[in-house]
């Protein structure tokens, strides 16, 4: 192995790189690199290298590459001396070709022995090669399996990249790597920020790397670089007195458009505040990438934060640039929102028929009906006010049809939400036409309010019932109607929302709510709430091995077919519990065993035992403990309470160890064999009462 380690830079150089697709370029080319020199035998120390970047440059550096590779060794097996010698002991031609094809006399050739017999081999070592050698080859390599986006041309070469490339520096140790990339060599300049620094950069080592960009006013560890556009955000926030929305889509985006983060403080016309704020924001964030900023409440101020990529002299004039630029887009919104409220959400809600919601389905307003009819019966079952509830449920999709959601589409429920509070709605009502959407994305939490959830849960009810029975099911990665989506919502709202509903009622009435849809050639079909269960329940398989909850575990659940999704969920907590206890593999082996037991058996196991035949000790102990556990257990199973049921439980294991070391199930003796079954049934029956705790032994 190579002894001497030098620290690697490479850096390429190009025009401004897409902003999505940059942390993506980055962290290929890193990957894509250390999986190059690996391949090639080349021993690094990565230590704790991360992709570096910025908008005009993709780097790697690595701490220690080695010099060159480890000395190649290689063994080529030869034909067994039976076939490679004649009966003089001289070579056959058999022999003499593979000698001739491995470059040397055959007897320089050795020997060795496997269990057919003595062979002829090659062996042969060979220097490694230089790393310097192979580095260019590397990084071509790496490049050419980066996942580029739109791979541009650019010049009179046949070379593509995701933008134009202008420099590579390519170092090992304080030596430049001669090589060429994408049509240019290597050399060991950089260069600095477009404005600030418009000149060549000299980076003499790889270690000098950062700090000399730094210095050409460029951030390019992009760690350092998020930092500085917090403190700069935070900083000119507490300026205008409040503090900034930094929002994580946004500050990631801001990060891949700037080398030299500079905060500039905005204002604009108090008069816009009256636009809900939602339409601001998003406005600011996702159209501008800048950072609102929001007083002690979390509302809204008139004041505003962009990143500028330079340290400006005439700071005033970049301010006037960045609101000139948002002062139109505010204008819209408030127009729109006026707008909106002449016509009134009664009037959206009528133009909701003209809009297909999906052909087999009928218009919009067809599902705000049945959403309205789920939700007036789940409120009813969750003992929430069901005239609320349906009156939400028919206001729910009316602000589709308005201007400030068609602008903003990511406004939908937010928008009906002010319409509502405008028109004088209750403000649960006015809240549960925005909460329905919650959650609206990984990691959002459910909706707040119980009206919301039943809302929610109507809305996702209908769309799976619907979408199943138009043949929308979710294919490979195709999901048109983000079913899988609607189904993890409905699952989190029932169980973290602590609603006790029966689902698959639930699943039956959405499915009657949507009845049968036209197919091809006149036939009909309904969703089937079997596989509508089946498709909810595998969603929950994901969201709780997230959570760190072992298959086994889930699936000890999922046998007994919860009905409730709460209750799924409490039997879950209750069995990690038990899993923990010293009880629970032998418990869980024991029932496994008892199951298969009683599978073998040819027709009704009895459902009666009777004391009088136990005729051994075990027997008898087991059957009295058994009937306690019985008797413990009974008030604990009708209060759900499953960790005390689970831990009652865990007690049995010396009569159940016992009944199996000393008691022979199978007897000849018709009658207290089946004695006997009937007490393993009532046993098995109780331990898996709470789940199917075989699933736990392994």
């Known amino acids: 192995m190579s002894a001497v380690h030098l620290p690697l830079l490479i850096e390429l150089g190009t025009e401004e790189l897409p902003v999505n697709a940059l942390p993506g370029l980055a962290q290929a080319l890193f990957d894509n690199v250390i999986d190059g020199l690996s391949k090639r035998g ?22 220690g590459v080695a010099v060159g590779q480890d000395e190649q060794r290689s063994e080529v097996l030869g034909p067994y001396l039976n076939v490679a010698l004649d009966a003089d002991g001289q070579p056959t031609r058999a022999l003499q070709g593979f000698a001739q094809k491995a470059g ?13 017999g003595e062979r002829f081999v090659h062996r ?8 310097a050698t192979l580095l260019p080859e590397v990084v071509r390599e790496a490049i050419a399996a980066m996942p580029i986006p739109k791979p541009m041309r650019w010049g009179a070469h046949t070379h593509a990249f995701a933008r134009p490339v202008h420099w590579l520096v390519l170092l090992l140790g304080a030596d430049v790597i001669e090589g060429e990339v994408l049509g240019v060599n290597a050399g060991r300049n950089s260069r600095g920020h477009r404005f600030l620094h418009d000149k060549p950069v000299w980076i003499g080592a790889p270690g000098d790397y950062v700090d000399a960009l730094r210095g050409a006013k460029v951030l390019v560890d992009p760690d350092e670089r998020r930092s500085q556009i917090v403190r700069e955000v935070e900083h000119a926030a507490a300026q205008a007195g409040g503090t900034a929305r930094i ?22 016309e108090a008069e816009f505040l009256a636009v809900p704020q939602e339409a601001l924001v998003a406005t600011m964030e996702a159209n501008q990438k800048f950072f609102p900023v929001l007083d002690g409440d979390g509302k809204l101020t008139p004041h505003f934060i962009g990143i500028a990529n330079i340290v400006s002299k005439d700071v005033a004039q970049v301010r006037k640039g960045y609101e000139r630029v948002i002062r139109p887009r505010f204008a819209d919104a408030k127009f729109f929102f006026a707008e909106d409220m002449k016509q009134g959400l009664a009037s959206m809600h009528d133009g909701l028929r003209t809009v297909t919601y999906q052909a087999r389905l009928g218009s919009v307003a067809d599902k705000v009906a049945r959403v309205a009819a789920l939700a007036e019966g789940i409120a009813r079952d969750a003992g929430a006010d069901a005239t609320q509830a349906r009156r939400a449920a028919e206001l729910s999709k009316a602000d589709l049809q308005s201007r400030l959601v068609n602008e903003f589409p990511e406004l939908q429920g937010i928008a009906g939400r002010y319409y509502a509070a405008v028109e004088g709605e209750p403000v649960a009502v006015a809240n549960a036409i925005d909460e329905a959407y919650m959650p609206r994305f990984a990691g959002d939490a459910v909706a707040p309010s119980m009206l919301g959830r039943v809302l929610a849960i109507a809305e996702r009810l209908d769309t799976l019932a619907g979408g199943f029975a138009a043949g929308l099911k979710p294919t490979g990665n195709k999901d048109a109607f983000a079913l899988r989506r609607n189904a993890l919502g409905l699952a989190r709202t029932l169980i973290e929302g602590g609603l006790d509903l029966d689902l698959v009622r639930l699943l039956e009435r959405a499915r009657d709510g949507v009845g049968a849809v036209p197919g091809e050639k006149g036939a009909t079909t309904t969703a089937d709430v079997n596989e509508l269960m089946e498709f909810i329940v595998d969603r929950l398989r994901a969201y709780y091995a997230d959570q760190g909850v072992p298959p086994q575990q889930f699936e000890a659940v999922a046998a007994l077919r919860p009905v409730s999704l709460l209750d799924f969920d409490r039997r879950l907590r209750a069995i990690a519990e038990f899993a923990t206890l010293p009880e629970a593999g032998a418990l869980a082996a024991a029932n496994k065993r008892i199951r298969n037991i009683l599978r073998k058996v040819e027709g009704d196991v009895p459902s009666r035992v009777d004391a009088a035949l136990y005729s051994e000790a075990a027997e008898r102990d087991l059957g009295q403990a058994v009937d306690a556990a019985i008797t413990d257990t009974d008030a604990s199973l009708q209060s759900r309470d499953y960790v005390s049921v689970l831990g009652r439980l865990a007690r049995l294991r010396p009569q159940v160890d016992a009944f199996f070391d000393g008691v022979m199930v199978n007897v000849d003796d018709v009658a207290v064999r089946n004695n006997r079954l009937a007490l393993l049934q009532r046993l098995s029956d109780r331990l898996g009462s709470v789940a199917a705790i075989e699933h736990l032994s392994t």
């Open 104 to 116: 040397v006399e055959w007897t320089a050739l050795e020997r060795t022995s496997d269990a057919k």
């Open 247 to 268: 929002d994580d889509t946004n500050l990631a985006q801001v990060n891949c458009l700037v080398e030299w983060p500079s905060a500039v403080l905005c204002d604009f």
């Open 42 to 63: 080349i021993a690094f120390d990565r230590g704790d290298a991360k992709p570096l970047y910025s908008p005009r440059r993709l780097a790697v550096l690595l701490p």
């Open 124 to 131: 042969a070592v060979k220097p490694g090669a230089q790393t």
